[in-house]
């Protein structure tokens, strides 16, 4: 089965500084997708960027960027230039190609300080 | 705004009850997928209709059960309430199956078991 680990529980970062957020998984399939979903106090689930396992370049969505690993199974967040408007919960998640459904991690709090 | 609604956005009901939580995809969307997040099970794959027809099923327990309509909405009845079921109940659709479509989640609902 796959699962998904964000060994972080909370980050914090200086505003306008850069901050990354860990994320590892476990998988036996070559195919999948990978997921960063951002959860404001509104508890709005946001995407924030996705990746696909088959693609070799590292997805990159304006202020954010990812640093996917695939033979180490890892995909960490960058933020760059951080903003109070970042401060939320992040979720990494996982598609099982097979039926759709997404495998979210914990989650990680990030603050973002003045 | 995702272009996915949810009803109610708040519910509270006594343990024991049965509640229906209704969703209504974006405009043109054939998969709808259920999600619950508590702060013990964390953000959990529920179920995935398509077109009507149930695709996959994850953590669902046999008292909730769901179904897509006609007209593309669906909706996820749980019954025999327990405190425990207190979550927030996510809906969300995509274009279609397949995992090369994004997942647009709804607000949510907050359903809180007394």
């Known amino acids: 089965a796959q699962t998904v680990t964000q060994s972080q529980p909370e980050m914090s970062v200086q505003e306008a500084e850069t901050v990354t957020l860990s994320c590892t998984y476990d998988t036996s399939e070559s195919d999948y997708y990978l997921f960063w979903y951002k959860q404001p106090p509104s508890r709005q689930m946001i995407l924030v960027i996705r990746?696909?396992?088959?693609?070799?370049q590292n997805a990159t969505e304006n202020r954010f960027s990812v640093n996917f690993q695939k033979a180490a199974k890892s995909f960490s967040l960058k933020i760059s230039d951080s903003q109070l408007g970042d401060a939320a919960m992040y979720f990494c998640a996982y598609r099982v190609f097979s039926t759709d459904k997404l495998i979210f991690g914990t989650g990680t709090r990030l603050q973002v300080f003045p | 705004d995702s272009g996915v609604t949810q009803t109610p956005k708040h519910l509270i009901t006594a343990t024991g009850q049965r509640v229906t939580l209704r969703c209504s995809p974006r405009?043109?969307?054939?998969?709808v997928y259920w999600y619950q997040q508590s702060l013990d099970q964390g953000l959990q794959f529920l179920i995935q209709?398509?077109?009507?027809?149930?695709?996959a099923k994850g953590n669902i327990l046999e008292r909730f059960s769901a179904q897509q309509f006609p007209d593309l909405h669906s909706e996820l009845n749980l019954s025999s309430l327990e405190l425990g079921d207190s979550a927030l109940y996510f809906c969300?659709?995509?274009?279609?199956?397949?995992?090369?479509?994004?997942?647009?989640f709804g607000p949510g609902t907050r359903l809180t078991v007394t």
């Open positions: 969300a659709s995509s274009v279609s199956a397949g995992t090369s479509y994004e997942q647009y």
């Open positions: 405009s043109g969307d054939l998969s």
């Open positions: 990746q696909e396992a088959y693609k070799q």
């Open positions: 209709y398509y077109n009507g027809e149930e695709r």
